[in-house]
């Protein structure tokens, strides 16, 4: 047995960078940001395969490439996949043999390829009956994966039936003349994926087996409901997985994934009393005799990390006392330990519980971000990405060599960048916010800052409500406070990362004690700064809800000269209809519109319009469906009619995480037009601003 990563205990390790005659970070350096992503260690500890993202300017789109690297950083990493075509999702079989991962291919209907690993080189190659991504059996004899089947032929001879509802009463006099769409429930509209197939015409996914030889799949479940989150037992002949009676549903306000386990030798399916309402990420123990998986007690409820027993039950929680959010348990080799990640005060770590139960522990530390854990089948190599502040993502590795247990970093790829730009770190800071609440925030100093001099500051708020900001690095933040403002980001309550009640706390105060907390946030900032601020010059800006805040913002304070808002809500009523996402207002503001009527007018920016005066850039995608573009329509109507600076920004081609994964052309304009907005209004920290002094003052 590996010893157990407990007996770890890691520290930030990251490359020196020498800072001599470095520049600020540019809107275009994001074309030379490399991303490290989704390490998988082999099974012997000896190899890393992980994803590498560069971004081709010239061609406007991120590129994907699976390495490898040695874990006890005896070779340089190289490029495992082709360098002309996407890799991504690395996947080895337990015996390391093979490497599958997804690529699509000209010529091929299936986006799976397999490598062989026992050897470098060889090319890629597909095996007969895998049509999706597969999980491995423990002995590496079978392929599993979840499938929706082979597309009716009435779907493929008449290409309108999936846009066309089969419930429709209505006909038209020629359906294949007809181009539009025809829906009659909802949902009809998806984020990045623009008007979905009717309801009605949709196929659930079922699992199926396929011998790593390759032929004819046979299809292990079947039923009106998908099947989800599939998991091996070790010994191969059980198989557990994730089903929600609710998925068919047009209108539902709790899902209910619940757990099931299906016997592979007849297709024996079972259900798992776990005595939960949400059930996810089912991973079996060492020896088979229970499941560790994700449970909650329904929406809004606290997550924890559950086991039951494999033979029927009572289920146990091992994280009720924890307040932390914990990701998808896994087990270390002897069944006694359970793994998992969690956001914690704006890091992101690993931690464990004993599987008998006990105190949770926290197993990696720092000031960072780390994600994509992965261990070797003995549990003695730990591999991930950390990113900090400073740091782009680079992959790190834990042991990877008898008798090593220090952390090292496996890569380099950003290292010419760094060397080049003058990356700014921040101070962390912790204050009381309404109630006595603590609220942590940081500050980032102005590029080149001089103790004595006053400079501008701009405020950062994050979506979600319930996402977070923290020790990662942030583009965008980089290139403002180059721009010479000191750089102000927190968590008022809302954020997720400081327990389930914390989390929680705006449900039906949305624009409340949260924008209290802001406030208070610039107030401290101002202090700490011993009057380094220019309270003249400061600005706000923020995306999604940070969106619907900055907006709320500047219909209760003129103190800040400047505004960006970004795939914004402006107004709550025209938001509910047309937006992917009603269940979030369902739960967060105690009801529909028509049921909340005076809650959804109070909270809706629109209702405080005459109050805003503040010069506002709107930033909305046009495809966006979470936020649509109306809201940002609206917001820039009512403030030309009233005379306010105002300038509106649509982007083509994108959808509501433009600011993170866009289109890169569009996501560095949008950098710089938040730049230049800035610097128009606020000036920057050696330049006045151009627009005339004016504003300040007024509500607070």
Not at 9 to 20: R, T
Not at 63 to 69: D, F, K, L, R, V
Not at 353 to 381: C, I, K, M
């Amino acid at each position: 047995m590996g010893r157990p990563l407990l007996a770890f205990m890691l520290l930030s390790v990251g490359p020196v960078v020498p800072l001599c005659a470095q520049r600020p970070w540019q809107a275009t350096d994001y074309y030379r940001l490399t991303v490290v992503a989704d390490p998988q260690v082999s099974p012997d500890g000896r190899r890393v395969a992980f994803v590498v993202t560069t971004v081709d300017e010239d061609k406007d789109r991120r590129h994907n490439e699976i390495w490898m690297a040695a874990s006890d950083g005896s070779a340089a990493p190289m490029r495992y996949t082709s360098a002309l075509v996407e890799a991504s999702n690395p996947t080895w079989s337990p015996d390391g043999s093979l490497l599958a991962f997804s690529s699509r291919r000209e010529g091929s209907e299936d986006d799976v390829w397999f490598l062989r690993t026992t050897a470098p080189g060889g090319e890629a190659f597909q095996i007969k009956g895998v049509h999706a991504m597969p999980q491995f059996s423990r002995d590496t004899q079978w392929l599993l994966y979840g499938w929706r089947g082979e597309e009716p032929d009435s779907l493929k001879q008449e290409p309108w039936r999936n846009r066309v509802s089969p419930a429709a009463i209505t006909r038209g006099p020629d359906p294949k003349r007809f181009d539009g769409r025809v829906y009659t429930s909802i949902p009809f509209i998806a984020d990045e994926r623009g008007f979905i197939p009717p309801r009605e015409t949709r196929r659930p996914s079922h699992l199926y087996l396929v011998p790593v030889a390759g032929g004819e799949p046979r299809q292990l479940t079947s039923g009106p409901f998908s099947q989800n989150d599939p998991a091996w037992s070790p010994d191969g002949k059980m198989i557990a997985f994730v089903q929600d009676s609710t998925e068919w549903m047009e209108v539902r306000s709790q899902v209910r994934p619940r757990l099931y386990v299906v016997t592979v030798a007849d297709g024996t399916v079972r259900p798992l009393a776990t005595g939960s309402t949400e059930n996810t990420d089912p991973a079996w123990a060492p020896d088979g005799r229970a499941i560790a998986f994700a449970c909650s007690a329904g929406r809004g409820a606290e997550n924890d990390v559950c086991v039951v027993p494999t033979a029927g039950g009572a289920a146990r929680n091992l994280t009720a006392s924890w307040p932390l959010d914990p990701g998808a348990p896994s087990w270390s080799p002897d069944g006694k330990t359970i793994f998992f990640n969690a956001g914690t005060h704006g890091n992101v770590h690993l931690f464990s519980v004993a599987a008998a139960g006990g105190a949770v522990r926290q197993v990696t530390t720092g000031a960072r971000q780390l994600r994509g854990f992965s261990r070797s089948a003995d549990n003695r190599t730990l591999v991930y990405t950390s990113s900090d502040i400073t740091h782009p993502t680079e992959l790190y590795v834990r042991g990877g060599g008898p008798g090593n247990r220090a952390e090292r970093r496996l890569t380099s790829f950003n290292d010419s960048l760094l060397s080049q730009v003058a990356l700014i770190p921040a101070d962390t800071f912790w204050f009381q916010g309404v109630g006595g609440l603590a609220i942590q925030g940081w500050l980032m100093k102005p590029q080149g800052y001089q103790p004595g001099k006053r400079y501008p500051l701009v405020l950062s708020i994050h979506g979600g409500p319930h996402a977070s900001y923290g020790n990662v690095l942030f583009p965008e933040f980089q290139m403002l406070a180059g721009q010479g403002y000191w750089m102000l980001f927190t968590n008022p309550r809302g954020s997720s990362g400081y327990g389930h009640a914390f989390t929680f706390s705006t449900r039906g105060r949305w624009g409340m004690e949260d924008y209290q907390d802001l406030m208070q946030a610039v107030d401290v900032a101002i202090a700490r700064a011993n009057d380094g601020v220019d309270t003249t010059r400061m600005a706000v800006l923020g995306g999604s809800y940070g969106g619907f805040m900055t907006n709320w913002i500047v219909g209760h304070t003129n103190r800040f000269r400047a505004a960006q808002t970004d795939r914004s809500i402006y107004n709550w009523y025209s938001w509910y209809g047309s937006s992917d996402a009603q269940g979030l207002t369902d739960y967060e503001f105690l009801g529909e519109p028509w049921a909340s009527d005076s809650l959804y007018r109070v909270l809706s920016p629109m209702t405080y319009t005459t109050h805003m005066q503040t010069p506002m850039l709107i930033v909305h995608s046009e495809d966006d469906k979470r936020t649509p573009i109306t809201d940002g329509e609206q917001l820039f109507v009512a403030l030309r009619k009233r005379g306010v600076p105002a300038e509106f920004i649509r982007y083509p081609r994108s959808y509501h995480g433009l600011s993170r994964t866009g289109p890169p052309w569009l996501l560095v304009d949008r950098l710089e037009r938040i730049r230049t907005w800035f610097a128009h209004w606020i000036g920057t920290g050696d330049q006045p601003p151009a627009a005339a002094a004016g504003g300040g003052g007024g509500l607070r």
